[in-house]
């Protein structure tokens, strides 16, 4: 297991941009997934990115906003947040697989990925 430290997110306003930041020693060769938890709603996986960048699983509600990325044997893997919106509001893991691909649906509960963030909460609210 890694230990996955995040940090950034905060407080925005709609139409806003934040970062994330996932980090960990060798997660370069890790399948990096994102999930949000938003009060009183079950987590959700939004997106999810394997180690030569490849990105999938892209949830509806944040299609065309959000990106990750990653640089080839680094230890980061970044969550782009744009135009964000109220409803984005949510505690945010970054989650990682000992895998080379993204699984076919993000389920926080399948023991797929191993290692989790503390979790960073994003507020968007005018």
């Known amino acids: 297991q890694l230990d996955l430290v995040e940090s950034g997110g905060g407080l925005a306003q709609p139409g806003e941009s934040l970062r994330i930041s996932c980090e960990a020693s060798?997660?370069?060769?890790?399948?990096v997934a994102w999930f949000r938890q938003a009060p009183g709603k079950e987590r959700e996986g939004i997106i999810c990115i394997n180690p030569i960048g490849t990105v999938s699983n892209v949830a509806e509600s944040i299609k065309g906003r959000f990106t990750p990325s990653r640089v080839n044997l680094d230890r980061a893997v970044y969550l782009q947040m744009t135009d964000l919106k109220p409803e984005d509001t949510a505690v945010y893991y970054c989650?990682?697989?000992?895998?080379?691909?993204?699984?076919?649906?993000?389920?926080?509960?399948?023991?797929?990925?191993?290692?989790w963030g503390q979790g960073t909460q994003v507020t968007v609210s005018a």
């Open positions: 989650a990682a697989a000992p895998q080379m691909y993204c699984p076919y649906t993000l389920s926080p509960s399948s023991g797929t990925f191993s290692s």
């Open positions: 060798g997660l370069h060769r890790y399948t």
